[in-house]
């Protein structure tokens, strides 16, 4: 009989060998009909089905609302110094994207993992914070270096406005909600932040659209897909803040001595 000759990758996501390449086994021709989005494309490559236009256009909104927040965070800033050291576009937007984690941008995971696991234990969220801070651990998703109380998040206001509206369910969102009244009591800065609010409303989307089984949103959460949605968004404005450098021409950046505390 025929010997197969071993294969060195296993891939489930994509094929390119027909006549036109497919997502998750939907051919470019569809995906290019009527207002599909790349919504539908990450809801393919990533979570290898189609989804509900609710949901697809909710991931085009985490896209859209995080693709920038100014010149002065962390994953900007790097990516502008490294452009203005006269860096290709390429080294400039992995320069800010390796910003991108626990205290930054990349806190979506973890959110989805503590509110996940304590409101299904049903830990009421006084419990919960006081839990995380006898372990050392600053709730992800709660705090903002500018954002607070009277001073809330646009994009997290808008979120929670869509989700209220089309999701079928908002219960994560709304302990975390929970969580943020009783944070809020003690600290004016310690809001719902972006990352929070979409870590708590993926969880949502995935246990409300039936698509998905129990044990895929376990997967979902264990492996951490969703820092991916601040990755995939924040590089448009990296490229951005590349560009603009390279535009206007600006020269290489050295950090002023004023703005350094010398000490021994
Ligand atoms: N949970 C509990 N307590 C907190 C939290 C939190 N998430 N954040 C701040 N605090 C409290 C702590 O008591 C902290 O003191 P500590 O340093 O002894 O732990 C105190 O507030 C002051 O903290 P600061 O570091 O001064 O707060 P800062 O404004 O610098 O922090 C930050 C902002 C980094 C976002 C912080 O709130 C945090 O780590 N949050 C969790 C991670 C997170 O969600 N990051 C995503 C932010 S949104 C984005 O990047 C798009
Ligand atoms: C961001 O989206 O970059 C932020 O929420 C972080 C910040 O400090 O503005």
């Known amino acids: 009989g025929k ?10 996501i994509c094929d390119d060998r027909g006549e036109e390449p497919t997502y998750a ?11 599909r989005g ?10 290898k089905r189609q ?3 609710y949901a697809t ?4 909104m985490c896209v859209m609302l995080c693709a920038d927040h100014g010149p002065c965070v962390s994953g900007a800033h790097n990516t502008i110094v490294t452009s203005r050291a006269g860096k290709d576009l390429v080294s400039s937007l992995v320069s800010g994207l390796l910003t991108i984690g626990p205290r930054f941008g ?6 989805a993992r503590y509110f996940k696991d304590a409101a299904d234990r049903r830990l009421e969220p006084d419990e919960f914070v006081e839990d995380m ?11 903002h270096r ?10 997290v206001e808008l979120l929670q406005k869509y989700a209220s509206k089309y999701f079928p369910s908002t219960k994560y969102l709304q302990y975390a909600c929970r969580v943020e009244q009783y944070t809020l009591t003690k600290q004016a800065n310690l809001v719902l932040n972006v990352d929070g609010c979409i870590g708590a409303l993926f969880l949502d989307l995935l246990n409300s659209t039936s698509l998905f089984t129990q044990a895929e949103i376990e997967d979902i959460v264990k492996i951490g897909y969703l820092n991916g949605l601040f990755v995939l968004a924040r590089s448009i404005g990296l490229i951005g803040h590349a560009l603009d450098q390279k535009r206007l021409q600006q020269g290489l950046y050295r950090h002023p001595w004023d703005m350094v505390l010398y000490t021994k």
């Open 3 to 12: 010997v197969r000759v071993p294969t060195n990758i296993v891939s489930s």
């Open 25 to 35: 086994g939907v051919d470019m021709s569809t995906l290019m009909v009527g207002d």
């Open 38 to 47: 790349v919504g539908d494309v990450i809801a393919l490559l990533w979570f």
């Open 51 to 53: 989804l509900p236009k």
């Open 57 to 60: 256009r909710f991931i085009e």
């Open 106 to 111: 990349g806190a979506i995971d973890d959110a």
């Open 133 to 143: 801070k006898k372990q050392g651990i600053r709730v992800p998703g709660i705090g």
């Open 146 to 155: 500018i954002k607070s109380k009277d001073n809330k998040d646009k994009r």
